[in-house]
């Protein structure tokens, strides 16, 4: 059983580059999420999405974007990196009430981004 | 907007201690908490859930207690072993209704001493 897979594990990048975090769970959940932490400020959410389809901003969203085009899959883009994005990710997935759930959270093990 | 407090920041106990970790959230109106542990440079392990109709919750030697009507959670860990050391956070659902998101305290680095 994978559960939530990420990639890459680590990345250095140069400020003013794209790149796209990938994340993949495979436990059907209809619900995935960003996460960054940061020493400090602890864990806070990017974006987010419900179900395949839908997005929504969480609390930290500007300088990402985010898209869902099926269950499985939520990858996260940076369209011109800055070294404020230096941080850890994490991806995770839920099964919302509504659907039968519990809403409990699962979560990847994360990309470490340097942004230099 | 939903707060959650994570005292103390830092444990440190002797191997065979039991302890308390404590939770405090500002908005009383959750559906549920969820109590997760993070080993240092890995993600983070579901540890718990304990829905808003629920009380407390078991798992092995661990114990989580709920009372909404204080905004409080309690974490209880007994006879604690060095594997135990790692960082525990507690998580609730952003406030509103149709809210999954969760929010997170800073945590408590826990330390077993040998």
């Known amino acids: 059983i994978a559960g939530i897979t990420q990639a890459p594990t680590s990345q250095i990048l140069a400020a003013g580059r794209r790149m796209t975090l990938r994340c993949t769970q495979d436990?059907?959940?209809?619900?995935m999420y960003w996460y960054r932490q940061d020493l400090g400020l602890g864990l806070r959410l990017i974006h987010y999405?419900?179900?395949?389809?839908?997005?929504g901003k969480g609390e930290v969203p500007d300088g990402y974007s985010v898209s869902r085009a099926n269950t499985d899959d939520f990858p996260l883009t940076l369209a011109s990196a800055v070294p404020s994005q230096t941080s850890v990710y994490f991806c995770?997935?839920?099964?919302?009430?509504?659907?039968?759930?519990?809403?409990?959270?699962?979560f990847g093990p994360g990309t470490r981004l340097t942004v230099t | 907007k939903q707060e959650v407090t994570q005292i103390p920041a830092a444990l440190s106990v002797p191997e065979g201690e039991n302890l308390v970790l404590n939770c405090s959230f500002t908005?009383?109106?959750?559906?549920?908490l969820q109590w997760f542990r993070q080993d240092p440079g890995k993600g983070l392990t579901s540890l718990l859930l304990?829905?808003?109709?629920?009380r407390e919750q078991t798992s092995g030697r661990l114990n989580a207690s709920l009372d909404k009507s204080s905004g409080r959670s309690t974490l209880y860990i007994a006879a604690s072993q060095p594997g135990d050391s790692a960082t525990y956070l507690c998580?609730?659902?952003?406030?509103?209704?149709?809210?999954?998101?969760?929010?997170f305290g800073k945590g408590t680095k826990l330390s077993v001493i040998p």
């Open positions: 995770a997935s839920s099964d919302i009430e509504g659907s039968g759930g519990s809403n409990e959270q699962y």
């Open positions: 436990m059907r959940h209809n619900a």
């Open positions: 999405s419900n179900t395949a389809g839908t997005t």
């Open positions: 908005d009383s109106a959750i559906y549920n």
């Open positions: 304990i829905q808003s109709s629920q």
């Open positions: 998580a609730v659902p952003y406030s509103g209704a149709g809210s999954y998101q969760l929010t």
